[in-house]
């Protein structure tokens, strides 16, 4: 079994920054991609950053430019920098992982609990 912890988040003012982790640890070979998701209430959880193991990124339109995801893959670790906070920025931000694990290498995804950031104008 995996499991993804996030870490960071919290009430931060609007301009401001705040850095998310998410740390992976259990069974793991190795670790594919590792995104970052968020959700408001009412809507569907969105994409906002991805990051391949060998260093590729993409991001949602709304955030390039002031989000920057990395990745530590000694430390099975996803960070997300966020600078220049929006009010629209507020959320609940997930961690996503596609791992490689097990006799058969099999790659499952999973999913953190969640981090909520909340960003005051």
């Known amino acids: 079994q995996v499991q993804l912890v996030e870490s960071g988040g919290g009430l931060v003012q609007a301009g401001g920054s705040s850095r998310l982790s998410c740390a992976a640890s259990g069974r793991i070979r190795s670790i594919n991609a590792m995104r970052w998701y968020h959700q408001t209430p009412g809507k569907q959880r969105e994409l906002v950053a991805a990051?391949?193991?060998?260093?590729?990124?993409n991001y949602a339109d709304s955030v390039k430019g002031r989000f920057t995801i990395s990745r530590d893959n000694a430390k099975n670790t996803v960070y997300l920098q966020m600078n220049s906070l929006k009010p629209e920025d507020t959320a609940v931000y997930y961690c996503?992982?596609?791992?490689?694990?097990?006799?058969?290498?099999?790659?499952?995804?999973?999913w953190g609990k969640g981090t909520l950031v909340t960003v005051s104008s």
């Open positions: 996503n992982a596609d791992v490689v694990g097990g006799p058969d290498y099999s790659v499952m995804n999973y």
């Open positions: 990051m391949t193991r060998g260093g590729i990124t």
